[in-house]
């Protein structure tokens, strides 16, 4: 097995702060860490080495970012955003779970692209698609977000380049960097969009991998579908997943979630690009207690509910010998 320190040039010092030796890695139980949602968006877009901080915020990116925002509760299911190496195909945009690749879009068909594919799900009317197959496994190297990204994506890369090469499966396997997907904290951060047994291609995310996982993730979740659960985040499509800072927000120092009825949650991306989805309020429900008897939620004790039984019984009595006089005098 490869070791990482023979993958990577970064000096000891900065592994220990921003690589696999820092202290945070695996301090949190990351399962369910992503936002429920339902479709990807990747826009082809330059190199990472060539992207600002926030990329959705220029060129093609920020088009397709100010829609997603402004038009969220238009789409048909909550979305996603994130941008990739263009590799000399800048323009092209990817839609998972849709596996189609859409080529060369201008500023001038961010548009009627959006109503036709995200909107109205209708293939895009310029006819400019192609059928994508196979696996995409997405890397967070977005270093001028995050070093911590920039110091783990590029390491994870050229292991998965030799492990997919010395396995054969270099025409089966696309392997792209991407911007920031959200929890630097959690890097190495991977996306792996693959079909399962039935065909269905599904999206799951994992964070803390190091290159030693690579092996692991080729060889049981791409070949046979099976999750790694000890750093996998979430799947896309599932429901559950709670807001990333709700979940921060619910794990305690030693990585054990705090269970709380939680529902409902946000689906996010940089600078609130994707939509959100329909956060629910959770029910109240009744408590028991021995002695009381609730009513709309509102506790009565037993001398109230006496007192109020009595009432009810004269009202009823009353009316009786009322009934029983108007019968007489009629």
């Given at each position: 097995?490869?070791?990482?320190?023979?993958?990577?040039?970064?000096?000891?010092?900065?592994?220990?702060?921003?690589?696999?030796?820092?202290?945070?890695?695996?301090?949190?139980?990351?399962?369910?860490?992503?936002?429920?949602?339902?479709?990807?968006?990747?826009?082809?877009?330059?190199?990472?080495?060539?992207?600002?901080?926030?990329?959705?915020?220029?060129?093609?990116?920020?088009?397709?970012?100010?829609?997603?925002?402004?038009?969220?509760?238009?789409?048909?299911?909550?979305?996603?955003?994130?941008?990739?190496?263009?590799?000399?195909?800048?323009?092209?945009?990817?839609?998972f779970p849709d596996m189609v690749?859409?080529?060369?879009?201008?500023?001038?068909?961010?548009?009627?692209?959006?109503?036709?594919?995200?909107?109205?799900?209708?293939?895009?009317?310029?006819?400019?698609?192609?059928?994508?197959?196979?696996?995409?496994?997405?890397?967070?190297?977005?270093?001028?977000?995050?070093?911590?990204?920039?110091?783990?994506?590029?390491?994870?890369?050229?292991?998965?380049?030799?492990?997919?090469?010395?396995?054969?499966?270099?025409?089966?396997?696309?392997?792209?960097?991407?911007?920031?997907?959200?929890q630097h904290k959690y890097a190495?951060?991977?996306?792996?969009?693959?079909?399962?047994?039935?065909?269905?291609?599904?999206?799951?995310?994992?964070?803390?991998?190091?290159?030693?996982?690579?092996?692991?993730?080729?060889?049981?979740?791409?070949?046979?579908?099976?999750?790694?659960?000890?750093?996998?985040?979430?799947?896309?499509?599932?429901?559950?997943?709670?807001?990333?800072?709700?979940?921060?927000?619910?794990?305690?120092?030693?990585?054990?979630?705090?269970?709380?009825?939680?529902?409902?949650?946000?689906?996010?991306?940089?600078?609130?690009?994707?939509?959100?989805?329909?956060?629910?309020?959770?029910?109240?429900?009744?408590?028991?207690?021995?002695?009381?008897?609730?009513?709309?939620?509102?506790?009565?004790?037993?001398?109230?509910?006496?007192?109020?039984?009595?009432?009810?019984?004269?009202?009823?009595?009353?009316?009786?010998?009322?009934?029983?006089?108007?019968?007489?005098?009629?």
């Amino acid at each position: 097995m490869t070791n990482v320190e023979n993958l990577s040039s970064v000096p000891a010092s900065e592994d220990t702060e921003f690589g696999f030796k820092r202290a945070e890695m695996y301090s949190t139980n990351i399962a369910n860490s992503i936002t429920s949602y339902g479709r990807h968006v990747f826009v082809l877009y330059k190199t990472p080495e060539a992207w600002i901080s926030h990329v959705e915020e220029e060129g093609l990116p920020q088009r397709f970012a100010t829609l997603l925002k402004d038009r969220k509760s238009d789409l048909l299911v909550p979305t996603k955003l994130n941008v990739c190496e263009g590799g000399g195909s800048d323009g092209d945009v990817l839609v998972f779970p849709d596996m189609v690749r859409y080529k060369g879009i201008k500023d001038t068909e961010v548009e009627s692209f959006f109503e036709d594919v995200l909107v109205n799900g209708k293939p895009w009317r310029s006819g400019r698609e192609e059928k994508l197959s196979g696996t995409f496994v997405f890397v967070c190297t977005h270093a001028s977000r995050d070093k911590r990204c920039g110091v783990c994506g590029p390491v994870i890369l050229e292991r998965f380049k030799q492990e997919i090469g010395s396995r054969g499966l270099s025409d089966q396997i696309s392997l792209k960097r991407c911007s920031h997907v959200g929890q630097h904290k959690y890097a190495g951060n991977i996306i792996i969009f693959s079909p399962d047994s039935a065909g269905k291609i599904s999206g799951n995310w994992y964070g803390y991998v190091t290159p030693d996982d690579v092996p692991e993730l080729l060889d049981q979740h791409i070949a046979k579908g099976e999750i790694i659960q000890r750093i996998w985040r979430g799947q896309m499509g599932l429901p559950g997943g709670v807001a990333e800072k709700e979940h921060e927000q619910r794990v305690v120092p030693n990585g054990n979630p705090v269970v709380e009825n939680f529902t409902g949650g946000c689906c996010q991306g940089s600078n609130g690009s994707v939509s959100c989805c329909q956060a629910e309020n959770p029910k109240p429900e009744p408590v028991k207690k021995e002695g009381k008897c609730y009513i709309w939620f509102q506790p009565l004790d037993k001398e109230e509910m006496y007192l109020g039984a009595a009432v009810v019984g004269a009202v009823a009595t009353i009316a009786m010998i009322g009934y029983t006089f108007f019968k007489r005098s009629g």
